[in-house]
């Protein structure tokens, strides 16, 4: 590299760097199951409806299964998208389908959701 374009260069790459939105998603996955930045297990909700951008888990619902909130910067990347709640708050969803925890989950790795009242499923890649 012609070193006359090294600082524009460096200086440049800093802007992009900058400037970019935050298109990564918090999700990672852990023995099979997709999971949050702590590890903690997260789910799906049967009487969601995938693709349609909605959550119909709200008011106590939402609740024991907080939503797995998404920042106003986050934006959408491959199987992962932010949707818009009925309260205004942002959701991460995976696949069309909004991610939850659940609030009787105390550690990482606890998957004691899955199965609850034959709708709430781990979500899984």
Not at 3 to 27: E, K, Q
Not at 34 to 46: E, K, N, Q, S
Not at 97 to 118: E, F, H, N, R, S
């Amino acid at each position: 590299m012609n070193t006359s374009f090294a600082p524009a260069f460096a200086a440049l790459s800093l802007l992009v760097a900058c400037t970019a939105p935050h298109a990564a998603s918090p999700i990672k996955t852990a023995n099979g199951v997709l999971t949050d930045p702590a590890g903690m297990t997260l789910y799906v909700f049967d009487k969601d409806v995938a693709g349609s951008g909605k959550s119909v888990c709200n008011g106590d619902c939402a609740v024991k299964w907080p939503p797995l909130a998404a920042s106003t910067s986050d934006m959408a990347s491959g199987n992962y998208a932010v949707i818009v709640r009925d309260d205004g708050a942002k959701q991460w969803s995976y696949k069309g389908k909004p991610l939850y925890l659940w609030i009787k989950d105390q550690k990482p790795g606890d998957a004691t959701g899955d199965g609850v009242a034959g709708v709430w499923h781990t979500a899984r890649p």
